[in-house]
T-cell receptor
Framework: GAGVSQSPSNKVTEKGKDVELRCDPI?????LYWYRQSLGQGLEFLIY????????KSGLPSDRFSAERTGGSVSTLTIQRTQQEDSAVYLC?????????????FGSGTRLTVV | AQSVTQLDSQVPVFEEAPVELRCNYS??????LFWYVQYPNQGLQLLLK??????LVKGINGFEAEFNKSQTSFHLRKPSVHISDTAEYFC???????????FGTGTRLQVFP
């Protein structure tokens, strides 16, 4: 596609439910990143995929968070047993290899609200 | 590991005035530096980046930034702002040994008429 596509754009869920957030990167971008944007917290790195290499999961805040990337393209971020502190905008970005050199392209994000 | 500090959470300024948004970083290796902008209800866009070479980097919409290695800074400047520059600005850093970008907490630039 022309840009990074994220779905849903908004998600309201009850505390304790599981949610799945989807990211479709730009075709040909081998690197894919997930960030979380909370009010006053900036962008918090969550996880990074590069080609067929093992993902960098160092930013995942707890074992309730997981992500996968199928076929080197679409990625799904899953949050299990959601808590109110999980409420945030979840941003996906993709880039060519050598990522920052080319700049990331960000999606518009999924706004998650846990009630 | 890298870190970024944006000391100013909000910067109010009148239209046509100059502005500087401050960014300081910390890293044990050489770095690449970036400024991203997020307009209201929009995604993040790359404003400019420093990879190597000239320490003064020019970006879109009349913005520029200067890499100062001795002060570990990468401040963003614009000589004359417009109402349309109202947005959230994020400084970001990556080490030359990684593809991972670390972002600051952002600075909200509010331009008043």
């Amino acid at each position: 596609g022309a840009g990074v596509s994220q779905s849903p754009s908004n998600k309201v869920t009850e505390k304790g439910k599981d949610v799945e957030l989807r990211c479709d990167p730009i075709s040909g971008h081998t690197a894919l990143y997930w960030y979380r944007q909370s009010l006053g917290q900036g962008l918090e790195f969550l996880i990074y995929f590069q080609g067929n290499s093992a993902p960098d999961k160092s930013g995942l805040p707890s074992d309730r968070f997981s992500a996968e990337r199928t076929g080197g393209s679409v990625s799904t971020l899953t949050i299990q047993r959601t808590q109110q502190e999980d409420s945030a905008v979840y941003l996906c970005a993709s880039s060519l290899p050598g990522g920052p050199n080319y700049g990331y392209t960000f999606g518009s994000g999924t706004r998650l609200t846990v009630v | 590991a890298q870190s970024v500090t944006q000391l100013d959470s909000q910067v109010p300024v009148f239209e046509e005035a100059p502005v500087e948004l401050r960014c300081n970083y910390s890293s044990s290796v050489s770095v690449y530096l970036f400024w991203y902008v997020q307009y209201p209800n929009q995604g993040l866009q790359l404003l400019l980046k420093y990879l190597s070479g000239s320490t003064l980097v020019k970006g879109i919409n009349g913005f520029e930034a200067e890499f100062n290695k001795s002060q570990t800074s990468f401040h963003l400047r614009k000589p004359s702002v417009h109402i349309s520059d109202t947005a959230e600005y994020f400084c970001a850093v990556s080490g030359v040994d990684t593809d991972k970008l670390i972002f600051g907490t952002g600075t909200r630039l509010q331009v008043f008429p």
